[in-house]
């Protein structure tokens, strides 16, 4: 389905679910995380996309640092631009964080900082819809990042991922609930199923522009709305945690 709710009350992954789709429709009008930058009934598809990937020393956006930035830029479905640059996180990049992205502190040594370049990203964000796979996690490096040069992300908004009151599109939660029965949902294998190439995973740019493609490819399968795609997908990854949370348990 595109653009709206079955009426039937099935989710867009086709699960019946009885008048779950008056529900949301009542409830869409309180949806939270919508950037003030697009109109609530905005077609997210056709809209600037700003897919986003950062490679780091760790897993914690507190502690480590971000080492590699990938930007891909889509309209209209359609990749306008694909930004890469290499960060000097200022730290020692872990030889476990280097095994996953072939990233060594030579390769960083004469890159600039990210406070060097914030303002340059954040004006490459501007206007666009920030989508990324797996977005808590990136979400959570960038509004880590900028906070340490003092860029506010609770002010006026400078780009709608630089909010923190903004939520991201997840192509992740997205595939979780229409490849359920998948063994992986990792981008690598959503990639191939979808018959999507990857040149280099786990390297920022070439994640990012996968994350993208992916995205679009299942947009059909998706609300075509902002505020419905945003509002949706905020039930499904808190659905998801639970299952996640008791899966071992059972």
Known sequence: ??????????????????????????SITAVAGLSRAFERDARWAAAKLAVIDFETTGLSPETDRIVEIG?????????????????NPSMPIPEQARAVHGIGDADVAGAPTFEQLAVELVEVLRDHMPVAYNAGFDRAFLHAELERVGLDTRGPERAPACSAEVE?????????ELYRD??????TDIAARLGIALERAH??????????????AIAERMPGSYAEVIGLQAQYAARQEVDLTWRPRR
Do not use: N, Q
């Open 182 to 187: 998948d063994s992986s949902r990792k981008l």
């Open 71 to 87: 930007i891909a830029c889509f309209e209209a479905g359609a990749l306008t631009s694909l930004k890469h640059w290499l960060v």
């Open 1 to 26: 389905m595109r653009g709206s709710f079955d009426v039937c009350g099935c989710f867009p992954t086709g699960r019946h679910y009885p008048g779950i789709a008056d529900r949301l429709r009542r």
């Open 203 to 216: 390297r920022a740019a070439s994640d990012a522009e996968t994350a993208g493609r992916v995205l679009l």
């Open 168 to 176: 991201w599109i997840d192509p992740l939660i997205w595939t979780r």
